[in-house]
DNA sequence: TTGTAAGCGTTATCAT
DNA sequence: ATGATAACGCTTACAA
């Protein structure tokens, strides 16, 4: 059986009110008399009690829960935006739920629904798939604040990645190295994520004179096998593309593999560039010149704008977060690799 | 404010019990006339009633959710596993609640210490780190299971990788290859995962005649840029090695990309084995070849015992998971890539 | 087949 | 400075 507030005021020879009050005092202040302070302490830690924070929870309508909804757990973007999200939460005192949709519109709908029914304090929905959808009336009544990084939203405050501009600049890199035929590894899905980069993709291309290209962009579906199908795809076409830009990184490394397989070479046959500077894009070789979004400060602005909405300020709106690209050697250059 | 069990039963003209037992009809079997119900599914539906998980688990002391306790969330390796985990948790209406110690003792406390306040129904500790300290006593009266991947454990059941097994495996390969100087990219750390990676290579090397030599022996911090480092010191070594086991894939990509600044080959200088399988390793070229160990299923097989071990039924306490050799390019025996 | 009432463990309010 | 009490939203004997 488990230890309950009454025991240790029980051994403590106080009432459970006094004992709250000591459990509580560095969020409360309560004027308690030292000795039953000590006395209260000494019970607590004989007995081993922790307090129950679900009958806490349901007390004051808090759970102490950040839920986190990503569209997929194994591209190591995504934990680099939620470790951001959680340094900022923890430092409160809030704790996370990590959940992966798996791009699946079931998953995600279930997932909501589980964090909803467990009072979440927050929700942060990362990424811009199509499968999670939550409106305003779905968390009316819940107390439950909801926050969105890297998709837009015209309900809830969001952080957003300019994707447009990001997209634009890696393909004006390559359009500067003097390519002319630069293709682009695109996922297909509602993802606004992608759409965006792919927008910036084409608005670069138009703006350098170049005619934007169909054929050019293939369906990468957002994994390394699906890069390197891609890669090849672009590779055999009767005219194939000096330079690739993949819509992120797992999809680079996939086509850098397909074009080594080709017997052909990154950069001086094509030249290669990726998006979300995952830690091993240093490490390939060449190394992968890729656009680098600050995931971590991405989830920590999410997390305070979730902060400053709980605590009933008026929070921003809207923030941005800056991206730069990272010149490495795959685009033919720079020669920086780590 | 949140719509509770009594609205419902207010609009539909019913008692709050009869509302329960509408909304847990698929775990409870009671009598409910059809009217009845209805009345009661619609009132739900009309003013969105959703039940309060937290008062819920506060009665039946059951919060429906499992803590993972993971060492790094930045390898892939562990949401490999953790999807295991999920899929089984699931299916059984359990949510998991994701949390990364990152080698951090402090953290990994105030998780296990976060986890226990929540009540949570089951705990999952993956990984050989010290860092994580779990006793039976701290548990005792908290009514939460507890299951241990890839570490030893005497009081909780484990499910284990053959590590030594997989560690001789590997650097058998490589000696069976030619190699008389192997090396070991270790990390240091009380973790025993690697530990044990560490104790096959030494046992394949002295079962093969070859000396254990320590200098061959390095650091490499379970990161990519930690071996790096260790690849170049490696194959700075007067007499280098003609071959290296890294006793992860980050380490191994790492050290290929050290190898390949200095200018030399992969496999034909310098074997490379690494150890994990995570997505990238079929898609480096050379393709990794490395030991995979069913992550998923890891994480699968431990969830299955804690559902056991919360069903009151015995468990087992033991399970081991397989590994196998995938052979691709980088240790010079094999072709396959993907 | 349905309703009443007690209680899960905590904290806020009001007394003292 | 401390204690008694009510309440949070739910489920489950027990009663009807």
Redesign the interface.
Known sequence: ???TIHDVARVAGVSPSTVSRVVNSSTVAYPIRPGTRDRVLEAIDTL?Y??????R??LL?K???IGILVPD??N?YY??V??GI?DVA?GRGY??????TDRDRDKAT??I??L????VDGIVLVGGGDEVELSK?TVA???TQVVCIGRPSATFPTVRVDNVGAGRMATEHLLGLGHRRVAFVSALSESTTVNERQRGYREALEAGGTAFEPDLVVDGGF???GG?AAGKALMSLSEPPTAIFAAND?MA??A??AI??LGLRVPTDVALVGFDDV??A????P?LTTVSVSSRELGAQAMKILLDQMDGQSARRRVRVDTRLVIRQSCGAGTE??
Chains 1, 2 share one sequence.
């Not at 922790?50 to 009958?55: C, E, G, S, T, V």
């Not at 909803?116 to 009072?119: S, T």
């Open positions: 059986m488990a230890i081993g922790r307090p129950n924070d679900l009958a929870g349901l309508k759970s102490g829960l757990i194994s190591p934990p680099e939620s470790r959680e923890n704790k996370v739920m990590f959940c992966s279930s997932y629904d589980a909803l029914l467990k009072r009336e009544g819940y107390d994994t390394e096998a390197y797992r490394v996939g850098m593999a080594k397989d830690p091993v240093s490490y390939l070789r190394a690799s780590t």
